[in-house]
């Protein structure tokens, strides 16, 4: 009986192992044809404030880091000389937020995309 239960197991583990390597290879050959692009209108300016660049950034998606750590995702609907409007943001539905500009410690935002 566990002769059997050992072989049992072993095939299942070739199996899994076959399926795995299976569905690797069906990733990798689906990105193969997708070609990294940068995506319009996004950029950083390093000798800009952070208002500044959030002002590029209107319309588009950003990560905003607090200085206490926290952190929202959103689209920058507004930027004014103190305070962000943050629009949609992730995780809460129906939800915006006000940010005290001198409260960011860091934005980040996408600025690669992939062309298929």
Known sequence: MKKSSN???S???VLLALFCAAMLTAFSGADANAEVVSIEGASY???S???ANLKALAGKKVNITLN???ALSGVVKEVGNHLIHLEKLDGKD???A???IDAISAIDTRFR???R
Do not use: K, W
């Open 98 to 100: 006000l940010i005290r």
């Open 68 to 70: 206490s750590g926290n």
């Open 49 to 51: 404030s952070i208002a």
């Open 11 to 13: 095939g299942m583990s």
């Open 94 to 96: 129906f939800c915006d």
């Open 45 to 47: 300016n390093v000798n």
């Open 7 to 9: 072989m049992l197991y």
């Open 113 to 115: 995309d992939y062309q």
